[in-house]
């Protein structure tokens, strides 16, 4: 036997191995078409990054000139500012894209208000605290989306590793012993052929002795 196999060449092992082979090959066609599929929705996400951080950079450098406009007319409004109530309404839900969790921000979308007295005020203030709501929104979204495409890609690192495992090393080598115990069994088959041919000459020549 071979040292480089270590399992016996029996029929047995034989069919056994064949079986394990198309279990590993069966699983590499589900991990290659969860890789696909984790991919495209990686893309869907990826596009819409794009998207939104373009978008949430304008609203960032828009609601800080606002701010500083704000700071200019009515002074340092950081007393103002304190009297905003934190944003308490996010909540976080999950949904699998195959197997993978990937979550999904919400919160309660209220009309805006302002939230400080309008005497210490004024329409600067109010500009800063409207893009700021805006600013705040997209960044939920953002969050949502970033934290998506890093589980997306964690999960296709990893589907990718398991499948060139099965590839590169596990179904070669189910091959390779399926190979090594067909041959060793016909070469039993020729052997034992070979024996029994021998066998039944020396019966007929005792037969004709």
């Given at each position: 036997m071979s040292k480089e196999h270590k399992i016996f060449p029996t029929k047995g092992n034989l069919l056994a191995t064949k079986k394990s082979l198309i279990l590993a090959k069966d699983g590499y066609e589900l991990l290659d078409k969860k890789r696909n599929v984790l991919i495209r929705e990686m893309m869907v996400l990826l596009d819409k990054v794009k998207i939104l951080r373009n978008e949430?950079?304008?609203?960032y450098e828009l609601a800080y000139y606002y701010l500083q406009q704000a700071?200019?007319?009515?002074?340092?409004?950081s007393e103002l500012a304190s009297s905003v109530q934190v944003e308490s309404s996010i909540h976080i839900s999950?949904?699998?894209?195959?197997?993978?969790?990937?979550?999904?921000?919400g919160?309660?979308?209220?009309?805006?208000?302002m939230e400080y007295g309008f005497s210490e005020s004024n329409a600067r203030v109010d500009e800063a605290y409207v893009q700021f709501q805006k600013v705040k929104e997209l960044t939920f979204i953002l969050a949502e989306v970033d934290n998506s495409v890093y589980r997306l890609a964690n999960a296709i690192r990893k589907t990718q590793k398991r499948a060139n495992a099965l590839?590169?090393?596990?179904?070669?080598?189910?091959?390779?012993?399926?190979?090594?115990?067909?041959?060793v069994l016909e070469e039993k088959e020729r052997e034992e052929f070979s024996r029994q041919k021998v066998i039944k000459l020396k019966k007929e020549k005792l037969k004709s002795s």
């Open positions: 949430i950079t304008e609203s700071n200019i007319s009515n002074g340092v409004i999950y949904r699998s894209v195959m197997g993978v969790e990937i979550p999904s921000v919160y309660t979308q209220k009309p805006i208000k590839k590169n090393i596990v179904i070669p080598n189910f091959e390779d012993t399926v190979k090594f115990i067909q041959e």
